[in-house]
């Protein structure tokens, strides 16, 4: 059929600019499947902030996964979310929902609502990962779940770098979630296996892949996340391996571990994401973080 | 089943609801705040409720229910217009 492999019209196009971003926190989680329940009757508890004792209790894995390494971020850069309030949220879960929906498939013919939590609209939808850490930090930002599906890494840091060119937020929150592998449910929806959920949080801020180091506040520069798009010749981008979420975990410990630390991988439109992060004590400090909206001609972008 | 009688039955489907019991379900509680029970919270419970005492709630019974006490009025409106038409 005609056009199938035409090129579309995305943003960024392959003959747009890098886009960069600093990398001023990052950490990542994982819990098996069973361990994750434990998790339900321990919702995060922030400043400023008062949720309910059930708060988890019919969120996603992924949701849990992804609460928790915001958590070990703001707890580790001591970061108070009181002051990132206007930051926006980027999630990019891969197949959430799964054994809830599998559950309810199995409960709702024979039971019809009565049988069936009405949570799964709100808990296991592309937005829920985002939107529930919009509430467990108290964020008042823009917040959207992306991807779902296959490439969901891709997407979520595509979708987190072009957000500072549309809306004008200081930072945005990173999360990138998925099982491995994926958790198979049987008739019912109960798991027969006990995959590891994975969870990533990046904290981003604006910034250059082509700046000085001095150009950056302080050595944050050497911790960024930059998009090439169209980095990569048409003939070579069949069967590039999908990234992972654990890569991503292994980078980050890594610079935990006070190494320099690289990630990067190719997307399947020609692409490429590379991160790199240097020490973990040298990221950007709470105190150097923007309390207001940043002016838009104070993005920078790579030449 | 008499308003106390339905307090308590309430009292069971949000403790299974949120893994608490009230301390406080008196009819000047505030659903959301005093319960911490967001809408879906509510539509669940509302859910088992119907389930359990054999009543049917529509979207505009939930705009009118902000605290406990209108919780159980309308609940018992609903069950008394049953009787009043398997009466009939």
Same mark, same amino acid.
């Given at each position: 059929?005609?056009?199938?492999?035409?090129?579309?019209?995305?943003?960024?196009?392959?003959?747009?600019?890098?886009?960069?971003?600093?990398?001023?926190?990052?950490?990542?989680?994982?819990? @098996?499947?069973?361990?994750?329940?434990?998790?339900?009757?321990?919702?995060?508890?922030?400043?400023?902030?008062?949720?309910?004792?059930?708060?988890?209790?019919?969120?996603?894995? &992924?949701? $849990?996964? /992804?609460?928790?390494?915001? &958590?070990? +971020?703001?707890?580790?850069?001591?970061?108070?979310?009181?002051?990132?309030?206007?930051?926006?949220?980027?999630?990019?879960?891969?197949?959430?929902? @799964?054994?809830?929906?599998?559950?309810?498939?199995?409960?709702?013919?024979?039971?019809?609502?009565?049988?069936?939590?009405?949570?799964?609209?709100?808990?296991?939808?592309?937005?829920?990962?985002?939107?529930?850490?919009?509430?467990?930090?108290?964020?008042?930002?823009?917040?959207?779940?992306?991807?779902?599906?296959?490439?969901? $890494?891709?997407?979520?840091?595509?979708? /987190?770098?072009?957000?500072?060119?549309?809306?004008?937020?200081?930072?945005? #929150?990173?999360?990138?979630?998925?099982?491995?592998?994926?958790?198979?449910?049987?008739?019912?929806?109960?798991?027969?296996?006990?995959?590891?959920?994975?969870?990533?949080?990046?904290?981003?801020?604006?910034?250059?892949?082509?700046?000085?180091?001095? &150009?950056?506040?302080?050595?944050?520069?050497?911790?960024?996340?930059?998009?090439?798009?169209?980095?990569?010749?048409?003939?070579? @981008?069949?069967?590039?391996?999908?990234?992972?979420?654990?890569?991503?975990?292994?980078?980050?410990?890594?610079?935990?571990?006070?190494?320099? /630390?690289? #990630?990067?991988? #190719?997307?399947? #439109?020609?692409?490429?994401?590379?991160?790199?992060? +240097? +020490?973990?004590?040298?990221?950007?400090?709470?105190?150097?973080?923007?309390?207001?909206?940043?002016? &838009?001609?104070?993005?920078?972008?790579?030449? | *089943?008499?308003?106390?009688?339905?307090?308590?039955?309430?009292?069971?489907?949000?403790?299974?609801?949120?893994?608490?019991?009230?301390?406080?379900?008196?009819?000047?509680?505030?659903?959301?705040?005093?319960?911490?029970?967001?809408?879906?919270?509510?539509?669940?419970? *509302?859910?088992?409720?119907?389930?359990?005492?054999?009543?049917?709630?529509?979207?505009?019974?939930?705009?009118?229910?902000?605290?406990?006490?209108?919780?159980?009025?309308?609940?018992?409106?609903?069950?008394?217009?049953?009787?009043?038409?398997?009466?009939?």
């Amino acid at each position: 059929m005609d056009g199938i492999d035409k090129d579309v019209a995305v943003f960024p196009t392959e003959s747009s600019p890098d886009l960069t971003a600093i990398v001023v926190a990052a950490a990542s989680a994982a819990y @098996r499947l069973r361990e994750i329940a434990p998790l339900r009757k321990l919702p995060p508890a922030y400043p400023g902030v008062e949720l309910s004792g059930h708060f988890l209790k019919h969120a996603d894995e &992924q949701t $849990i996964v /992804a609460l928790a390494a915001i &958590q070990r +971020a703001t707890q580790r850069y001591n970061i108070d979310p009181r002051n990132l309030a206007g930051w926006g949220i980027i999630a990019a879960p891969r197949y959430i929902g @799964r054994l809830t929906g599998a559950n309810v498939l199995y409960k709702f013919p024979r039971g019809g609502t009565s049988a069936v939590a009405p949570h799964i609209v709100a808990q296991c939808s592309l937005h829920s990962v985002s939107g529930a850490a919009s509430i467990a930090l108290g964020m008042q930002g823009p917040n959207v779940g992306v991807g779902g599906g296959e490439w969901a $890494i891709g997407d979520g840091v595509m979708a /987190a770098l072009t957000l500072f060119e549309i809306v004008r937020v200081p930072g945005v #929150w990173l999360l990138l979630t998925e099982f491995d592998c994926e958790p198979v449910p049987d008739e019912e929806g109960r798991p027969q296996n006990d995959p590891t959920c994975h969870a990533v949080a990046l904290a981003l801020m604006p910034g250059s892949a082509g700046a000085s180091p001095s &150009q950056m506040p302080g050595e944050a520069a050497n911790s960024q996340l930059t998009l090439r798009p169209g980095s990569h010749s048409k003939s070579l @981008r069949a069967n590039y391996p999908e990234p992972t979420v654990a890569e991503i975990a292994g980078c980050i410990d890594a610079a935990e571990r006070g190494l320099p /630390a690289r #990630w990067a991988c #190719w997307l399947p #439109w020609g692409g490429r994401i590379e991160m790199r992060l +240097a +020490a973990a004590e040298l990221l950007l400090p709470q105190e150097a973080l923007p309390q207001d909206v940043l002016p &838009q001609d104070a993005l920078t972008r790579a030449a | *089943m008499d308003r106390e009688q339905l307090r308590h039955s309430l009292a069971d489907l949000i403790e299974q609801e949120t893994w608490e019991r009230p301390d406080d379900f008196g009819d000047g509680v505030k659903i959301r705040e005093g319960l911490k029970l967001d809408s879906v919270d509510l539509l669940s419970v *509302m859910l088992k409720a119907e389930s359990r005492l054999g009543v049917s709630l529509d979207s505009r019974d939930f705009d009118k229910i902000t605290t406990v006490g209108d919780l159980l009025t309308t609940i018992q409106r609903k069950m008394a217009a049953r009787a009043t038409g398997k009466a009939a």
